[in-house]
């Protein structure tokens, strides 16, 4: 599997974050997938310290693509696994490495001529089962869901069920760069990915929110493109924290930070675009339905 390109991942259970318990974690190319269902002892191994799992998961020259990774991230490096009836159950403790993430790639392919800075608030990100729908353009090809009800079944359609939804990430991902893409795309691709990859996991305490499980992309999640041809570099000291998202942002001078309401900041609360345009979109749901 090592020598792959690329591999997908994906992890599931109920309540894939760190609250939640990780059910099973799957792995594979376009020709393998392997099953790793964490109630196994053989998958358990797998995941322990010098297991195979999390060399390729913990790799930083082994790539893998996943999809929209912040809650799988975050529950990799903090949720539990039960290892037996009889055993306490213990963190995963997995810090996931070089993970290309197709949710970010989608922007930039379906998206070119948006930056992500100035302009973009609002923009909605589709959960994979609707990304696929729409590359498919059509909802006659239904990507098979995993709940834990699936271990109660057979093993066959619980394998192939898995195996499929392996297999749409790579031809997703396929799909995606066939059109061709630059080195600024590639760029910006993998900041973002890295942004996505630690947007949850790092954070001491997470606060389960509407400001953190909304559906619009991130403030600055994609670096912008500037009007120099050069991608927006966000690895400076942090100058405000948001008070909706708590996410840090870079100090001010760069194109990205104009776009903070003054009046918020000198009265102690800075918040980011997104944030702001997601309360105005909540105070207008609110307005239509005292009006309906």
């Known amino acids: 599997l090592k020598r792959d390109e690329f591999l997908a991942v994906e992890v599931l259970g109920e309540n894939v974050n760190r609250l939640g318990r990780v059910g099973a974690i799957t792995v594979g190319s376009r020709t393998e997938a392997f099953i790793f269902d964490l109630a196994d002892e053989a998958s358990q191994d797998a995941v322990s310290q010098d297991g195979v799992l999390r060399e390729i998961l913990t790799s930083k020259s082994v790539r893998k693509i996943m999809y929209d990774c912040r809650n799988q991230a975050d529950a990799l490096q903090h949720a539990r696994f039960d290892i037996s009836p009889d055993v306490k159950s213990e963190t995963l403790n997995l810090h996931v490495e070089?993970?290309?993430?197709?949710?970010?790639?989608?922007?930039?392919?379906?998206?070119?001529?948006?930056?992500?800075?100035?302009?973009?608030?609002?923009?909605?990100?589709?959960?994979?089962?609707?990304?696929?729908?729409?590359?498919?353009?059509?909802?006659m090809f239904t990507l098979p869901a995993w709940n834990s009800e699936m271990l109660q079944r057979s093993w066959k359609e619980y394998i192939d069920v898995l195996s499929t939804r392996l297999w749409v990430l790579h031809e997703l991902h396929r799909r995606l760069t066939v059109e061709g893409m630059g080195m600024i795309t590639k760029e910006r691709w993998m900041m973002g990915s890295r942004n996505f990859l630690d947007m949850f996991r790092s954070k001491a305490t997470r606060q389960f929110d509407r400001y953190e499980e909304n559906k619009y992309l991130p403030y600055a999640a994609i670096p912008a493109l500037l009007r120099s041809g050069k991608v927006e570099n966000l690895d400076r000291p942090p100058f405000h924290t948001c008070v909706g998202c708590k996410r840090k942002f870079p100090q001010s001078g760069s194109e990205v930070s104009g776009t903070w309401d003054a009046k918020m900041v000198a009265r102690g609360e800075p918040t980011c675009p997104t944030c702001r345009f997601f309360v105005k979109h909540l105070i207008e749901i609110d307005r239509n339905a005292g009006q309906s």
């Open 98 to 139: 070089n993970v290309w993430d197709l949710v970010i790639l989608h922007q930039l392919i379906r998206n070119p001529n948006d930056n992500y800075d100035k302009v973009s608030f609002g923009v909605i990100l589709p959960a994979f089962e609707t990304c696929v729908e729409e590359e498919w353009k059509s909802s």
